[in-house]
């Protein structure tokens, strides 16, 4: 077990960071990620220096260049595997514009951008990356089918805009759904939770911990513990957490499920997982977008999917204490049942009020419930 | 009224007086006018001071009938020899049961009932300004619904003096807000009045007295009165009780496939013009592409103040006349989209509580998996409130959450939309029907072919530039909307 002192950690980052040639921007998507100690995270897009300049006729002209590549795609993407269509990568467009250009600049530039005038032609606009690199970024996005998020190095979730990179898996809307049930459920039935100690096990991008430290610090001191095994996972969850001023509140620790957790056994308020719950057989069907650029260790759970969710199911009852809340997302209804059987069968005492709860496309997603 | 509204008013106003092309396109308007007394009134005073100088000849008959009418009797006027103090001395005070007055009997009526010439600011005497003052003032009166107004004033005091009134806080809050909101109004009004007067009897006894002194300061102040009133009359324009608020905008295209699919985008796309150059704040909620072009519908949230009060006027069906762009035949076209306007009540109004168990929240668009097994930038949601069949999506966030707090608000401004209709209904007051729009309920044609021409249905305002009103030059129409219905409600009373 490794625990990371996010301090020392934030200045590493920053200052390494901030160094970090461009170029890197355009970097080859498919690196593999070496398992070095040191993770230096990326800078995302929309925190760059606008520190390159270009005439307002080169960005238009990469722009129709941009939009017939997206218009090209039609919706053969959605054939091949359920990807994106053109009108999907047109808006995807328009957020890359967003993150690429000064937000003071942003009512000016883009209507211009979008109307393709030849009007003030050479003004010059200040982008946060050079013009070739954009070229070479969206390539990558179609060509490559390498996911928007990665592109821009960020995704919005909740309220929140998270850093994400090649190596760490890009939080997924259902999962917002979890902080919901946090809020509604958990600390509306008792509201002492909200003091406790929670628990996010497989954070990634750090995405769970934030916001459910955000909702606790709103009521009172809960503080959470975040985890991950990988350790691209780790360094980018702190450098989100300390881009929300939180490491107060989050600790992050690298270690596998709940081996880093030994010194506070018994005692969680909270344990709350999206551990990775795809079944090994359907990982080479993925849409190219995941199966391809997303890191295998947060997704392959196993023959059935499920190893991990029973891991956790295990050892839940030892880690809460009393009157405690779980919520762990899974890949639909037949795992849900599965897990609900399970506890029914094997731990009918340990727990309470479990209930399977589904995401907004209707597929039932999330099972919690409480410590007996 | 607080005077940066009035900043703003004169601002957000100021393109259109500077226009050219509109002063120019407006005074052909006037034999449009089915009544061409009140045509004269409406733009004279309603649309700018540009439109002044080229209607005057029509309006500024001359008379030289004495003022005959209407001074007040003795007592009151006593009650007035101190014009500062009086009028409101009462507690909730309302019915102005005593008209204003100089010093020997002259009203604001009186005045207008005089018909003084009224020349233009650089020219004439003091008769001219006070003249045009007093015009004003009748028309912002008009606007105001004075007699409503008053009534509904009367209403609220008899209300607020009740004992009983504070064991329902939250109805007693809404009739104190709004009844101070509607004393405030009137107030100002008044207070104009008296001032108007004021100068008129400092401006005689400065006569009688020789002093030239004090007789160009009066002067002044009544130029300048004259000015404000202009700024007032349109401030007037906007003082219903929502009209300050923020608003959607919505467009649907209607039957006709690409052909109003484009249609509906090219009108989005004048709102939006519209919009910002106003200096609004515009973000697009919904958006949904058409399949070969344009939009089926789509949602713009316009942010700053009287944004409602404005485009409130666009609410109805827009017709489209042209060559379509999508026959290779070439032959002409008519489409059809239709608008809808809604309010965003302010942190001060009550807005209809949503009960959680009435929603059903789906992503729009689905399909597969989904969590870990699809990555995609797509987050949009729809919310069904199932108690009324209201739904909204929003798909332009880039997060699901803030798509669902979108499209949440946007729910939450139909239901209070749909309980404002309904209150409405039951006080037998005036409202628009906000929330169903027939196509039946055409309100503008656009015409680009075989002539040129925008011609409003309701008010008859018409332009023979569609370009420029396509690119967002909207502010004749809107204007001219506002004063016509305006004026139309005062004749019903
Ligand atoms: C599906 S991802 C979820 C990431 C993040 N919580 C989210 O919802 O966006 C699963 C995460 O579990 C982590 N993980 C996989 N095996 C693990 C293990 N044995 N111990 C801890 N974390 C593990 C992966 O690195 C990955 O970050």
């Known amino acids: 077990m490794m625990k990371l002192r996010l301090c020392s950690l934030h200045y590493g980052?920053?200052?390494?960071?901030?160094?970090?040639?461009?170029?890197?921007?355009?970097?080859?998507?498919?690196?593999?990620?070496?398992?070095s100690i040191e993770v230096k995270p990326k800078l995302p897009l929309y925190l760059r220096p606008p520190s390159f300049s270009t005439s307002l006729s080169e960005l238009t002209k990469w722009h129709k260049w941009a939009k017939n590549l997206a218009s090209s795609v039609g919706s053969s993407f959605v054939h091949l595997d359920n990807g994106p269509d053109s009108t999907l990568l047109q808006r995807e467009l328009n957020w890359l514009l967003e993150d690429l250009l000064e937000v003071q600049h942003h009512s000016q530039i883009l209507p211009l951008l979008k109307s393709g005038s030849n009007e003030n032609a050479d003004v010059a606009v200040a982008l946060r990356v050079p013009l070739e690199d954009l070229y070479c970024a969206w390539r990558q996005r179609i060509e490559e089918r390498r996911p928007f998020q990665y592109v821009v190095g960020c995704e919005h979730w909740r309220d929140l805009v998270l850093s994400v990179q090649e190596g760490v898996l890009i939080p997924r809307p259902e999962t917002e759904i979890i902080i919901d049930l946090v809020e509604d459920v958990a600390l509306k039935n008792n509201p002492k939770l909200a003091q406790g100690l929670w628990a996010d096990l497989g954070t990634g991008s750090g995405a769970i911990a934030i916001a459910t430290a955000k909702t606790l610090a709103t009521r009172a001191h809960g503080r959470v513990i975040a985890t991950d095994l990988s350790p691209v996972a780790v360094a980018v969850a702190a450098f989100n957490v300390q881009r929300y001023g939180l490491q107060d509140l989050i600790e992050v620790r690298k270690g596998s499920w709940f081996e880093p957790l030994k010194d506070v056994e018994g005692k969680l308020a909270g344990l709350l997982s999206n551990p990775p719950y795809i079944p090994s057989g359907d990982i080479s069907g993925l849409q190219a977008e995941v199966g391809q650029h997303e890191p295998k260790l947060a997704l392959d759970g196993g023959i059935s999917g499920t190893n991990d969710l029973f891991h956790l199911i295990d050892g839940a009852a030892s880690m809460l204490r009393p009157g405690g809340f779980f919520a762990f997302e899974t890949n639909g209804e037949k795992q849900c049942k599965f897990l609900v059987d399970y506890i029914e069968k094997n731990k009918p005492d340990s727990f309470c009020n479990i209930k399977i709860v589904p995401d907004f496309a209707g597929i039932q997603r999330f099972v919690m419930g409480f410590h007996q | 009224m607080p005077s940066f509204i009035l900043k703003r008013v004169k601002k957000g106003c100021l393109p259109l007086f500077q226009c050219p092309r509109i002063s120019l396109c407006s005074s052909k308007l006037v034999p449009n006018f089915p009544d061409s007394n009140?045509?004269?009134?409406?733009?004279?005073?309603?649309?700018?001071?540009?439109?002044?100088?080229?209607?005057?000849?029509?309006?500024?008959?001359?008379?030289?009938?004495a003022n005959s009418s209407r001074f007040c009797s003795q007592n009151l006027q006593s009650l007035h020899s101190n014009p500062k103090i009086g009028i409101f001395a009462r507690e909730f005070g309302t019915q102005a049961a005593v008209e204003p007055c100089t010093s020997d009997g002259l009203t604001v009526d009186g005045i207008v009932g005089s018909n003084w010439?009224?020349?233009?600011?650089?020219?004439?005497?003091?008769?001219?300004?006070?003249?045009?003052?007093?015009?004003s003032i009748q028309v912002i009166k008009k606007r105001l619904q004075w007699k409503k107004l008053m009534v509904r004033l009367d209403l609220l005091s008899a209300e607020l003096n009740k004992s009983d009134l504070w064991n329902d806080p939250v109805h007693a809050s809404k009739i104190s807000r709004e009844h101070g909101s509607l004393m405030g109004k009137m107030k100002e009004v008044k207070q104009f009045e008296q001032e108007l007067l004021d100068h008129i009897d400092m401006i005689k006894l400065a006569k009688e007295e020789n002093d030239s002194e004090l007789e160009s300061e009066s002067m002044e102040a009544l130029l300048r009165m004259r000015r404000d009133s202009k700024d007032k009359e349109l401030e007037a324009l906007l003082a219903g009780e929502h009209d300050s608020c923020s608003c959607y905008i919505e467009v649907q295209a209607g039957a006709g496939g690409t052909e109003?699919?484009?249609?509906?985008?090219?009108?989005m796309q004048m709102y939006k013009t519209w919009a910002q150059r106003r200096g609004y704040r515009v973000t697009i909620v919904d958006e949904m592409p058409g399949e070969i072009a344009g939009i089926k519908r789509a949602t713009i949230k316009v942010d700053g103040e009287y944004a409602f009060g404005y485009a409130k006027a666009e609410i109805g069906v827009h017709r489209l006349v042209r060559i379509s762009p999508f026959d290779s035949g070439k032959r002409r076209h008519t489409s059809f989209a239709a608008v809808a306007v809604i309010p965003i009540l302010g942190d001060g109004s009550t807005h209809v509580q949503i009960n959680e168990s009435d929603l059903r929240i789906e992503r729009f668009r689905s399909g597969g998996a989904g969590g870990q097994h699809a990555n995609t930038t797509d987050s949009a949601v729809r919310i069904v409130h199932i108690p009324t069949g209201i739904t909204a999506t929003c798909q332009n966030e880039r997060s699901q959450h803030q798509n669902k707090a979108s499209a949440m608000a946007v729910v939450q401004s139909r239901l209070d939309q749909l309980e404002m209709a309904r209150q409405a209904q039951m006080n037998a007051q005036h409202t628009q029907s906000l929330t169903e729009i027939s196509w039946g309920n055409q309100i503008r044609t656009y015409v680009l072919h075989p002539y040129r021409m925008v011609k409003d249905l309701r008010t008859n305002y018409e332009v023979s530039d569609p370009d420029s009103v396509l690119e967002g030059d909207l502010d004749g129409f809107i204007l001219s909307y506002l004063s016509t219905s305006l004026d139309k409600d005062e004749d019903e009373q």
Do not use: F
């Not at chain 1, 980052?13 to 398992?35: G, L, Q, T």
């Not at chain 2, 109003?260 to 009108?267: E, H, I, K, L, R």
């Open chain 2, 117 to 135: 010439t009224i020349l233009e600011e650089g020219e004439g005497d003091w008769k001219s300004h006070a003249a045009a003052i007093a015009q």
């Open chain 1, 13 to 35: 980052v920053r200052a390494n960071i901030w160094r970090r040639p461009v170029s890197h921007y355009c970097s080859n998507s498919k690196s593999i990620i070496s398992s």
């Open chain 2, 38 to 65: 009140q045509s004269s009134k409406v733009l004279e005073s309603g649309l700018s001071s540009v439109l002044l100088n080229s209607t005057k000849n029509l309006s500024g008959s001359i008379s030289t009938l």
């Open chain 2, 260 to 267: 109003s699919m484009d249609w509906a985008a090219m009108v």
